[in-house]
């Protein structure tokens, strides 16, 4: 049994209510933030509350897109639509692009399509079906099938038609040739060809596998990376002598080669391999980060880019598919935080002066290269740090970024195509996901004409507006904050801090990219038409807010300082007029499940309940999930502070009531972290609710889980603190 100690202490709060400084954000009166919460009476009954306009069935229909892949020729796109958990292939082409399903699935089975590609001749699209195996190769299997479910690769004709099944696995390399795919399975690359005949050639076997297939732009020689543990290699497989050659190999961990345009020179990422640095602690400089270029044929390699020591050696990529890109002038496209920021530079691919292409305080994402590479396209969150827009800069450095979109609106994943169209995604406060389409001359409209679900709330939502506080250690902290509608003067209600998981992720001030959390704003959304007020705090090491921000000292397993901010976000709300002080609570999932937990265990007397989403518990045992090499009996210091900050040293002083949420095959975070969390708490008389998904996974496929999880978190909150 662990005993801590009690470092929860009334002086504490106190301290914390005395720090938190707040700044108003857009359409909320100074005047209002800064009354004080003791000059207002007691709540009204709960039969004076406002009922919802919307259910919970209504928020959750919008149907989502992601992955959006363009046709070679740039006259057709592709995405993934989920309706509700039913996940189908859907395409538009020029000119009129008008979207259209292409494949024909109808049940909320759980199945995931991923890694979407055309092929060559633009005339099919290849797509995996089935989640990614865990570390024993099982397959998630969310409807518990008795017969087993498969992950497969499938081939479907553009123009319509009947998918075909291409192997069993994971995601294919289409081969430059337009007739082969490239897969790798065991130690061992192979090539088959598309259309199914014949059977696959076995390239090249290397020891640990090879992963990240990059044909050359002429199919004749195939780069790869071999992960070793400690080190990783690129390799080049030669079709002429069928010989694999190692690029400059050295005692660093090398990844995500690209060719140049001609094929003739391959550059690469070069990274130090840090003994005992584990994940969730901060870094902030290390060994510097390179970019190597190598002859092929050779093997040779020199570095043509060494980041500075200090601030920027980190590196830390941008989200997208890879951090690094061949453009025109032979310029090399990486992220590079040399500023603070994840900034988008450019380097000659012979050496030479990096230039920083988006200088500011603003991070890039999702950068693509326009077909003739003189163009990189991306969204950030320069001049809006709340929202995402598109951008596109010259690589060439012979002008500042260009915007593509503003507004109040959110787009990201924008995505080049012929004459000079875009697509991309976009939402905003009150509407859900969507593809959309810019057209020169036209405007921007979405793919799909019946893109919105009829049960999806048109009314009720409200816009969550920008604030900020000060956390109990002075650190500012942004955050979303949603008033409940039909607020009356002098009225007090219940407040629910959420928070989000990650802990690399940001909300924004509408429904976000990812679907875990467009499904959490979702729920913010419903909370708010219950009645609750509710503040999504974007903590520190969260993205979005610099690289000082992200890797903000002793968060996480180093030290837990983020429950700083879970503090300053409770004596915030203590301070609204709107809020009755002893009835504010918490939720969040994964790293938001951590840090409600954290809130619980540490500050029950400022937290009334709280519901735990599959939450991290004891941070050695999360990282022995995420490095199975971790060994705290190696490290005892780093273990003795690691449980320090975890939420299991302190259930001597949980006092506040816990609903907790898991599936059993979560593969980010052991079930076993709830199991051992509810027994402690039980032991102790701590009330502690339940909702397991047998063989559902840490991001639930199944839609219908997440609206019972969902309904059972509102219940929960309604229950213990009011309405």
Same mark, same amino acid.
């Given at each position: 049994m662990m005993r801590m100690g009690k470092l929860w202490r009334p002086g504490l709060l106190a301290l914390a209510l005395l720090a938190v400084f707040f700044r108003p954000g857009a359409g909320v009166p100074f005047s209002e933030l800064s009354r004080g919460p003791g000059s207002l009476g007691p709540p009204p009954p709960p039969s004076a509350r406002p009922g919802a306009g919307f259910t919970l069935e209504q928020v959750l229909s919008a149907s989502l897109p992601s992955g959006l892949a363009a046709a070679p020729d740039g006259r057709a796109v592709a995405w993934v639509q /989920?309706?509700?958990?039913?996940? /189908?292939? $859907?395409?538009?082409? %020029? +000119?009129d692009w008008r979207g259209r399903r292409l494949t024909a699935y109808t049940q909320d089975d759980g199945q995931e399509i991923s890694a979407l590609r055309f092929t060559l001749d633009g005339r099919h699209l290849v797509f995996v079906r089935g989640g990614a195996p865990n570390r024993q190769g099982q397959i998630p299997n969310p409807e518990s099938v008795a017969a087993g479910v498969a992950r497969a690769v499938w081939i479907v004709p553009v123009a319509g038609g009947e998918a075909r099944k291409l192997r069993d696995g994971g995601p294919v390399t289409l081969h430059p040739d337009g007739v082969h795919y490239l897969y790798g399975e065991g130690n061992a690359v192979f090539r088959k060809r598309l259309d199914g005949e014949g059977p696959a050639d076995k390239l090249f076997e290397v020891r640990g596998g090879a992963g990240s297939l990059v044909p050359s732009p002429d199919g004749r020689r195939v780069a790869f990376v071999a992960g070793r543990g400690t080190h990783s290699f690129v390799g080049v497989w030669g079709e002429g002598d069928r010989t694999v050659r190692w690029m400059s190999p050295g005692l660093w961990l090398d990844a995500s080669p690209v060719w140049s345009p001609d094929g003739r020179r391959l550059a690469f990422l070069r990274r130090p391999q840090v003994p005992g640095q584990w994940p969730f602690v901060p870094v902030r400089q290390t060994v510097p980060f390179a970019l190597v270029v190598a002859d092929p044929e050779s093997g040779q390699g020199r570095e043509v880019f060494r980041a500075e020591e200090g601030q920027g050696s980190a590196f830390w +990529?941008?989200?997208?598919?890879?951090?690094l890109l061949w453009a025109a002038g032979d310029l090399l496209l990486f992220p590079y935080e040399k500023t603070g920021w994840l900034n988008l530079?450019?380097?000659?691919?012979?050496?030479?002066?990096p230039r920083n292409l988006t200088p500011g305080p603003f991070e890039v994402g999702n950068v693509l290269l326009s077909a003739d590479r003189r163009h990189a396209f991306f969204d950030s969150n320069q001049d809006d740090p709340h929202r995402k827009h598109l951008w596109r800069v010259a690589v060439d450095g012979s002008g500042s970024p260009e915007p593509l979109t503003s507004g109040r609106g959110i787009e990201w994943s924008p995505l080049p195509l012929a004459e000079r169209a875009l697509a991309f995604l976009a939402s905003e406060a009150t509407l859900p996901a969507r593809a959309e389409i810019l057209l020169p001359g036209a405007g921007r409209r979405p793919l799909l004409e019946d893109w919105l679900a009829a049960e999806f709330p048109r009314?009720?939502?409200?816009?969550?507006?920008?604030?900020?506080?000060? *956390? %109990? !250690? &002075?650190?500012? #902290?942004?955050?979303?904050?949603f008033l409940p509608p039909g607020l009356g003067p002098g009225e007090r209600r219940p407040a629910?801090? $959420?928070?989000h998981g990650g802990s690399r992720r940001q909300m924004l001030l509408g429904f976000h990219p990812s679907i875990y959390y467009h499904h959490a704003y979702s729920l913010n959304q419903y909370l708010a038409a219950q009645g609750f007020v509710v503040l999504s705090v974007n903590y520190r090491s969260g993205i979005g807010y610099g690289m000082e921000f992200r890797e903000a000292l002793n968060y996480g397993a180093a030290g837990a300082s983020e429950f700083q901010d879970v503090l300053g976000a409770g004596a915030y709300l203590r301070s609204r007029p709107e809020v009755d002080p002893a009835r504010i609570g918490l939720w969040g999932g994964s790293y938001g499940g951590y840090l409600t937990a954290m809130g619980l265990a540490k500050a029950s007397d400022l937290f009334a309940a709280g519901v735990d989403l599959h939450g991290v518990h004891d941070w050695n045992v999360v990282i022995a999930g995420f490095r199975p090499d971790y060994d705290r009996g190696q490290w005892p210091e780093?273990?003795?502070?690691?449980?320090?900050?975890?939420?299991? *040293?302190?259930?001597?002083?949980?006092?506040?009531?816990?609903?907790? #949420? @898991?599936g059993d095959d979560d593969r980010n975070v052991p079930f076993s972290e709830?199991? !051992?969390?509810?027994? @402690?708490?039980?032991?102790? &008389?701590?009330?502690?609710?339940?909702l397991v998904f047998p063989d559902e996974v840490h991001s639930?496929?199944? @839609?219908? /889980?997440?609206?019972?999880? $969902?309904q059972a978190a509102a219940d929960f909150l309604g229950r213990w603190l009011g309405r």
């Open positions: /989920n309706a509700r958990g039913v996940r /189908n292939v $859907y395409v538009a082409e %020029a +000119p +990529p941008w989200e997208g598919e890879s951090p530079w450019a380097v000659p691919a012979e050496g030479g002066a009314t009720g939502l409200v816009e969550p507006v920008p604030v900020s506080f000060r *956390a %109990a !250690d &002075g650190l500012e #902290i942004p955050c979303q904050l629910v801090v $959420y928070f780093f273990a003795r502070r690691a449980l320090e900050a975890s939420p299991l *040293a302190y259930v001597d002083t949980w006092r506040s009531p816990v609903l907790l #949420i @898991h709830s199991v !051992d969390l509810a027994y @402690h708490l039980r032991l102790r &008389g701590v009330p502690v609710e339940e639930f496929l199944l @839609h219908r /889980n997440w609206l019972r999880a $969902y």
